[in-house]
């Protein structure tokens, strides 16, 4: 089981530029649990969640690891509690999978330490769970965009964190292979308590497979809870701008949107 740590945004300010995208936003993760943020395109959601793994420094406001804020923490150390998976990354040119997956065991290297059984297992277990064994000794350049999503994921579980961030760790995939990563995150948060917190676009499987769901609208966050309290008709509404249905899924139990077309209104 992992450790249990604290992660919580208070007052947060992020902007590029001139503007601001997120203004005076307060947050708690759950400990433990699995989070989806939701929201509108160019809501703040990667924003948000970059600046929660350091990547982008606040204008104001904090983010504070067990009491800490984690923009004064020593890199390493950050990264033996707290794995990220950012949007669209790059892999270096040429390197195999079983290369670029190793990578995540860097934050558990010493200056003077060896690569040991202990990285060895923790590799082969990631290339195991996110299905890529046979692709280990490939090139990353040679795999399709789903393909190579799968190994960054690796990449993350590698790393062993307690707390994951992973922004839309569904990108490129097929619906089968959407589920399988989701399946994934859901089995490891259940086996060792992982905290995972992901953004994601697609609302339904935010709704299925999250415990907490936050929607984020105007730079705040407009709702945050279980599934069943915050993806309303009414939330979807003010947070995309959209009308729908929203009723109960008869598989997972989960709250399942249907959104309203104009071509699609029955008289």
Same mark, same amino acid.
């Given at each position: 089981?992992?450790?249990?740590?604290?992660?919580?945004?208070?007052?947060?300010?992020?902007?590029?530029?001139?503007?601001?995208?997120?203004?005076?936003?307060?947050?708690?993760?759950?400990?433990?649990?699995?989070?989806?943020?939701? !929201? %509108?395109?160019?809501? !703040?959601? #990667?924003?948000?969640?970059?600046?929660?793994?350091?990547?982008?420094?606040?204008?104001?406001?904090?983010?504070?690891?067990?009491?800490?804020?984690?923009?004064?923490?020593?890199?390493?150390?950050?990264?033996?509690?707290?794995?990220?998976?950012?949007? #669209?990354?790059? %892999?270096?040119?040429?390197?195999?999978? #079983?290369?670029?997956? @190793?990578?995540?065991?860097?934050?558990?290297?010493?200056?003077?330490?060896?690569?040991?059984?202990?990285?060895?297992?923790?590799?082969? %277990?990631?290339?195991?769970?996110?299905?890529?064994?046979?692709?280990?000794?490939?090139?990353?350049?040679?795999?399709?965009? !789903?393909?190579?999503?799968?190994?960054?994921?690796?990449?993350?579980?590698?790393?062993?964190?307690?707390?994951?961030?992973?922004?839309?760790?569904?990108?490129?995939?097929?619906?089968?292979?959407?589920?399988?990563?989701?399946?994934?995150?859901?089995?490891?948060?259940?086996?060792?308590?992982?905290?995972?917190?992901?953004?994601?676009?697609?609302?339904?499987?935010?709704?299925?497979?999250?415990?907490?769901?936050?929607?984020?609208?105007?730079?705040?966050?407009?709702?945050? @809870?279980?599934? %069943?309290?915050?993806?309303?008709?009414?939330?979807?509404?003010?947070?995309?701008?959209?009308? #729908?249905?929203?009723?109960?899924?008869?598989?997972?139990?989960?709250?399942?949107?249907?959104?309203? @077309?104009?071509?699609?209104?029955?008289?």
């Amino acid at each position: 089981m992992t450790e249990q740590h604290t992660l919580v945004v208070e007052r947060l300010v992020l902007g590029y530029g001139d503007r601001v995208v997120i203004d005076g936003l307060d947050l708690v993760i759950p400990t433990g649990r699995i989070t989806a943020i939701v !929201g %509108a395109n160019a809501c !703040g959601k #990667s924003t948000l969640l970059r600046s929660m793994s350091r990547l982008l420094t606040p204008r104001g406001g904090s983010v504070l690891l067990d009491g800490k804020q984690i923009h004064k923490m020593p890199p390493k150390q950050l990264a033996q509690t707290l794995g990220l998976l950012p949007q #669209s990354p790059i %892999a270096p040119e040429g390197i195999t999978v #079983s290369d670029l997956v @190793g990578r995540g065991r860097h934050p558990h290297q010493g200056i003077f330490s060896r690569w040991s059984t202990d990285d060895d297992a923790a590799v082969a %277990a990631a290339l195991e769970a996110t299905g890529i064994l046979d692709l280990a000794e490939r090139s990353v350049d040679e795999l399709s965009g !789903g393909q190579r999503q799968r190994v960054w994921i690796a990449m993350a579980l590698a790393q062993q964190t307690d707390l994951l961030l992973l922004d839309e760790p569904t990108t490129f995939l097929d619906v089968n292979h959407q589920v399988e990563v989701l399946d994934l995150l859901t089995d490891l948060n259940r086996a060792r308590g992982t905290t995972v917190v992901m953004v994601l676009h697609d609302l339904n499987l935010a709704a299925r497979y999250a415990d907490n769901l936050v929607a984020i609208a105007d730079g705040a966050v407009h709702a945050a @809870g279980p599934a %069943a309290e915050v993806l309303t008709e009414d939330c979807v509404r003010a947070v995309f701008g959209l009308d #729908s249905r929203v009723i109960v899924d008869p598989t997972s139990g989960a709250p399942l949107m249907l959104p309203i @077309g104009k071509h699609h209104v029955q008289a």
